[in-house]
């Protein structure tokens, strides 16, 4: 059965730090793999996806993650965060077809000025 | 505003009764999901509709837990006797074809 971990539950970054969020999956079969953020009470917003090609994925608002397939592993970079970047990040394993999508637990990050 | 649109944003309900939540996902989507993600944790599936057909249902819908799309657009969500442990967030999300999953702003349920 799929799954995601996510290892860093929180993780505090001064402004203007890089950042590195990590995500480990488990799935039987070649993975679709997503980076959603969700602010405080809200939905969440996809920053990028992989389906296959390049392993060096460009997302939205500066992100970028790679997938690693040796490792299980896609994790999400930033060069420089912005205060406006705190927020829970969300990393998800699924199918095509979107029906057995799996999300991690999330890991919430603070942004210190 | 085009983009998957839940309602009510918040809903304060007593315990044993019914609740119902709807979504309005983007127009052009045919498939429409439910989600539940409680304090903590990441969104966990519940249901999905391709049109208005209800494809797949999670163990985590108990028989009190009731999803329509009558006519493949809009779906509604329904609680009857709710339990505190009913308490979370429902986010709809939809898509169509290829696309990843959009995702309303959800509707945070509390049960008192």
């Known amino acids: 059965a799929q799954s995601v971990t996510q290892p860093d539950i929180h993780i505090t970054v001064s402004e203007g730090a890089s950042l590195e969020l990590r995500c480990n999956y488990s799935y039987g079969a070649t993975p679709y793999l997503f980076w959603y953020v969700q602010s405080p009470g809200q939905g969440l917003q996809l920053l990028l996806k992989y389906f296959s090609g390049d392993t060096l994925v460009q997302g939205i608002k500066g992100f970028e993650a790679e997938f690693k397939r040796s490792q299980s592993s896609f994790n999400l970079r930033k060069p420089s965060v912005h205060w406006s970047d705190a927020a829970e990040y969300f990393c998800?394993?699924?199918?095509?077809?979107?029906?057995?999508?799996?999300f991690g637990a999330g890991t919430r990050l603070t942004v210190k000025p | 505003d085009t983009g998957v649109s839940q309602d009510p944003r918040h809903k304060i309900t007593k315990r044993g009764q019914n609740v119902t939540f709807r979504c309005d996902p983007i127009s052009e989507h045919n498939r429409l999901y439910w989600y539940r993600q409680t304090l903590g944790q990441g969104p966990e599936f519940l249901t999905y509709?391709?049109?208005?057909?209800?494809?797949?249902k999670s163990r985590l819908l108990s028989d009190r837990f009731s999803a329509e799309r009558p006519k493949g657009s809009f779906s509604t969500l329904e609680i009857q006797r709710t339990e505190q442990g009913d308490s979370a967030m429902y986010l709809c999300a939809s898509h169509g074809g290829n696309s990843p999953l959009h995702f309303g702003n959800g509707t945070r349920l509390t049960v008192t």
């Open positions: 509709f391709q049109n208005e057909a209800q494809l797949e």
């Open positions: 998800a394993v699924g199918a095509y077809n979107n029906n057995d999508m799996r």
